[in-house]
């Protein structure tokens, strides 16, 4: 079983940056995927980036269209921890983060509330 503990939403204004990091416990492999899904008031939640081990060192990352070139997925293994690093922030990016672990069928975060507005 995986627990996630999502951090660091809040409210900030257009244009303006945030960091998400996720702490995960229990029996992690480092070889899953993880990722960021987003839901925003009345949509389906929606992949916003993934990423997963695909060698020693090696990483493949996935994003949305909406948020290519301005989002950064990471993770530290050592750390059981996931980031995501938003920036250029629009306020189409408002919703609620989630955490994942395994895919939409693993294990989900609370969630954590990023609103972006002026």
């Known amino acids: 079983q995986v627990q996630l503990e999502e951090s660091g939403g809040g409210l900030v204004q257009p244009g303006g940056s945030l960091r998400l990091s996720c702490a995960a416990s229990?029996?992690?492999?480092?070889?899953?995927?993880m990722g960021w899904y987003r839901q925003a008031p009345g949509k389906q939640r929606e992949l916003v980036a993934n990423?997963?081990?695909?060698?020693?060192?090696?990483?493949?990352?996935n994003y949305v269209d909406s948020v290519k070139g301005r989002f950064t997925i990471s993770r530290d293994n050592a750390n059981r921890s996931l980031y995501l690093q938003m920036n250029s922030l629009k306020p189409e990016d408002t919703a609620i983060y989630y955490c994942?672990?395994?895919?939409?069928?693993?294990?989900w975060g609370q969630g954590t509330q990023v609103t972006v507005s002026s």
């Open positions: 229990g029996s992690i492999g480092s070889r899953y995927v």
């Open positions: 994942n672990y395994g895919g939409p069928t693993g294990s």
């Open positions: 990423i997963q081990r695909i060698g020693d060192i090696r990483y493949l990352a």
